[in-house]
């Protein structure tokens, strides 16, 4: 694949194409940039999800905990 977009970017520049080029060269960098954005997005939504789970187990170990004192008051 990387050869592929490499041999456009030489034929461009050979056949003195220098506006194509550019208009490759900004697509090129803003596939680049949407896919950089879509990682950060996957990776914060997986921190989101993992906080989630350690939240509900910390709450569900002090319900217990409460039950528990509750029990030992009685």
């Known amino acids: ?30 596939l680049v940039v949407i896919g950089i954005l879509i990682a950060l997005s996957i990776n914060n939504w997986n921190e989101k999800v993992k906080n989630m789970r350690i939240e509900n187990n910390y709450l569900i170990r002090i319900s217990k905990d409460l039950e528990n004192d509750l029990l030992e008051f009685e």
């Open 1 to 30: 694949m990387i050869k592929f977009f490499r041999r456009i970017r030489y034929d461009l520049m050979e056949k003195n194409k220098t506006g194509k080029y550019f208009k490759y060269a900004i697509g090129e960098i803003l």
